[in-house]
T-cell receptor, first 115, second 114 residues
Framework: GAVVSQHPSRVICKSGTSVKIECRSL??????MFWYRQFPKQSLMLMATSNEGSKATYEQGVEKDKFLINHASLTLSTLTVTSAHPEDSSFYICSARQGLRTEAFFGQGTRLTVV | QQQVKQSPQSLIVQKGGISIINCAYE??????FPWYQQFPGKGPALLIA?????SEKKEGRFTISFNKSAKQFSLHIMDSQPGDSATYFC?????????????FGTGTRLLVSP
């Protein structure tokens, strides 16, 4: 199956700083990438959808100035949490898809802790 | 209409037993129904998936049953093992109908007792 690599797997940052999470498709070209947030014992919540070379489309209620998404190449998307606060602490997961009618594959997730 | 309802919220099954998780949807634009398995601290991994033109799909110990008229689908895990203990999510997406966002169920925490 297709492999999606997410880095880092865990990160701790100080309140007020920014942190970047990378999502890479290792063996296919990802025309679309998705970013999710997951709270403990809850389902995945879609934050935004990004298509290569285009601006990301954010879901309602997600602050685009706080969660910056860049999808500059067909194998890399990044999520930057700006001016992080403790309430941003969560599990962030990306997924990538090749083409419109194909399955999406998930990264292993990033545990962000803001102290 | 975009929701996928999943039950039960949690499930305890003895080793060797059958685990059954049910999901229901409303949106007829959905045409692809995957199931994901997620272990703590990991991303979800695709387990098995089905399209609505078939009523059942089996892969090893995992079977999806699909009822298009009732808009329901379920995951059966035969001969459940302690290693199957994880959270399972059903999902739905419209790959060929333009509804491109994957909609997840609320998840089922499965515990298989030794």
């Amino acid at each position: 199956g297709a492999v999606v690599s997410q880095h880092p797997s865990r990160v701790i940052c100080k309140s007020g700083t920014s942190v970047k999470i990378e999502c890479r498709s290792l063996d296919f070209q990802a025309t679309t990438m998705f970013w999710y947030r997951q709270f403990p014992k809850q389902s995945l919540m879609l934050m935004a959808t990004s298509n290569e070379g285009s601006k990301a489309t954010y879901e309602q209620g997600v602050e685009k100035d706080k969660f910056l998404i860049n999808h500059a190449s067909l194998t890399l998307s990044t999520l930057t949490v700006t001016s992080a606060h403790p309430e941003d602490s969560s599990f962030y997961i990306c997924s990538a898809r090749q083409g419109l009618r194909t399955e999406a594959f998930f990264g292993q997730g990033t545990r962000l802790t803001v102290v | 209409q975009q929701q996928v309802k999943q039950s039960p919220q949690s499930l305890i099954v003895q080793k060797g037993g059958i685990s059954i998780i049910n999901c229901a949807y409303e949106n007829t634009a959905f045409d692809y129904f995957p199931w994901y398995q997620q272990f703590p601290g990991k991303g979800p991994a695709l387990l098995i998936a089905i399209r609505p033109d078939v009523s059942e799909k089996k892969e090893g110990r995992f079977t999806i049953s699909f009822n298009k008229s009732a808009k329901q689908f379920s995951l059966h895990i035969m001969d459940s093992q302690p290693g199957d203990s994880a959270t399972y999510f059903c999902a739905a997406v419209g790959l060929n109908t333009g509804f491109q966002k994957l909609v997840f169920g609320t998840g089922t925490r499965l515990l298989v007792s030794p």
